[in-house]
């Protein structure tokens, strides 16, 4: 195989593994003299068409990414010779070691070497989850696969993500047969049912770093309720970092951390380790904010009656009086009486439900890991004051000031209004809840803080008919 040309381009120069039904080459480009990795797959009595399609879809992938720290797809080649027939995918070589064999090498991991080496591979799983559409999983996420090179005294060196061979979109449909792919220690419990999300490639990379810290595969430390336990083999470790493993290899989906984004955000800002949702109030403001690491929720309190729900009410029920006394003192059954009566009645009616939600309605904006909800709360009944949305879809963070200037004067009205958008569907605080511009200011820093989206600020003009009703 040494010294063997392949589509008359590519000259083997070393093989650099073997596996049933499949071999991965360095070979040299005869075209331009640059070293490329060759992986091939054959078909033969061991061939499967789920590895054939495993197979395109990395070659597919490839072609669609661009980044720095992945290799990048040059070519796809059908091999039909007498002694093999099968498939090449030919990409760029990436030089470096991989962490496993730095590990079987002796070489040991500090831990500012390990915050580096997790901010370096969660901007690879940034790009490959969040700027594209559909978002790209590895699902095969272990040291193996990480690839380090030109190690500094004061840097971990360059790191590369390889083998995409188990890639998926998330676009993937459920149903049909179910693949359990992955490395037994670095998957998470999820990908056993054949199920890969976001989170899934976190609970890789965490295992990873668990094994760096630990010098134990994930398999080789004691579990508890499917929990890697290894805080008692990492005391060297501040507490934070401790925490941050942790919660990336929470077995449960509900509880790991949902996003690359998110656990990056997580990683430079830690939550605090009690966990106890801690209370934020701004002085002036009647707004209760609850936040910890797990939701942040804003309560806003009844708005309180206004001149406007004042007289609609004073108005209905005067009228009603008048028509209930007169219709009383000299009924004479007539239908115009009765409709009368029947219109004052609805209108107190209206007035008195608006009055009762200006005393004792308060909303609830709640995000937590899963969902966004916006509830309205009276009494004991609750029900949604707009449709809920996925946590992940959260895709801006903007104030929006709202002005307009009434007919024939020169006078202007504003409001503000801070508008939380996921995917297509918009939350929006303030405009109708009658929240000044200091207290929209403030929610909108904490929610920034929290969701780590920047706030984007626009100025929309409105008729004043449209603005007002």
């Known amino acids: 195989m040494i010294g063997k040309i392949l589509a008359e381009r590519y000259e083997v120069l070393q093989q650099l593994g073997k596996q049933t039904g499949r071999q991965t080459l360095l070979a040299r480009d005869l075209k331009n003299q640059e070293l490329v990795v060759i992986k091939q797959l054959f078909l033969g009595g061991d061939f499967e068409w789920q590895d054939l399609k495993l197979f395109e879809r990395e070659a597919e992938t490839l072609k669609k990414l661009s980044h720095p720290a992945i290799p990048r797809y040059l ?106 792919v992955g490395t037994y220690g670095y998957m998470a419990p999820e990908q056993f049912g054949g199920r890969s999300v976001l989170a899934s490639d976190l609970y890789g990379l965490g295992a990873t770093l668990i094994y760096l810290v630990t010098g134990l595969h994930p398999t080789e430390l004691s579990q508890q309720d499917l929990k890697i336990k290894f805080a008692d083999r990492a005391t060297h470790l501040n507490p934070n970092l401790i925490d941050w493993l942790e919660w990336m290899t929470e077995p449960s989906l509900d509880k790991r951390l949902s996003s690359a984004r998110e656990a990056w955000i997580s990683l430079k800002n830690p939550r605090t380790l009690d966990k106890i949702p801690m209370a934020v109030q701004r002085q002036g403001s009647d707004i209760k904010l609850t936040k910890n690491s797990e939701f942040i929720e804003i309560k806003i309190p009844p708005q309180g009656v206004g001149l406007g729900v004042i007289a609609m009410l004073a108005g209905a029920i005067t009228a009603n009086a008048k028509l209930f006394i007169s219709s009383y003192i000299a009924y004479k059954g007539d239908i115009d009486t009765q409709l009368l009566l029947l219109l004052a009645s609805f209108l107190t009616a209206i007035g008195g439900l608006k009055l009762i939600k200006a005393i004792i309605q308060e ?13 309205n709360h009276l009494l004991d009944l609750r029900w949604n004051y707009s449709q809920p949305a996925t946590r992940h879809d959260i895709c801006k963070l903007e104030i929006e000031k709202i002005e307009s200037t009434i007919p024939f004067t020169r006078q202007k009205l504003s409001r503000v209004s801070l508008i939380v958008q996921a995917g297509d569907q918009k939350y929006r605080l303030g405009e109708k809840q009658k929240l000044n511009e200091a207290e929209i200011e403030w929610l909108a820093t904490e929610l920034s803080q929290w969701l780590g989206l920047k706030i984007k600020r626009t100025l929309t003009y409105r008729e004043f008919i449209r603005w007002y009703v």
Request: avoid cysteine; charged fraction near 25%.
């Open 363 to 375: 909303l609830h904006f709640k995000i937590d890991r899963q969902q966004i909800s916006f509830m």
């Open 75 to 180: 070519d796809y080649l059908e091999i039909n010779e007498p002694e093999s027939k099968g498939f090449a995918l030919v990409q760029t070589y990436v030089k470096g070691k991989t962490l496993e064999d730095h590990l079987r090498s002796g070489r040991s991991f500090s831990e500012s070497e390990v915050k580096e080496l997790a901010k370096l591979l969660l901007k690879i799983l940034i790009y490959l989850q969040h700027t594209k559409v559909p978002p790209v999983i590895h699902r095969d996420i272990k040291p193996s696969n990480i690839l380090l090179h030109s190690r500094s005294g004061h840097s971990v060196g360059q790191v590369y993500l390889v083998d995409f061979g188990s890639v998926q979109n998330q676009a993937a449909k459920l149903g049909g047969t179910i693949t359990v």
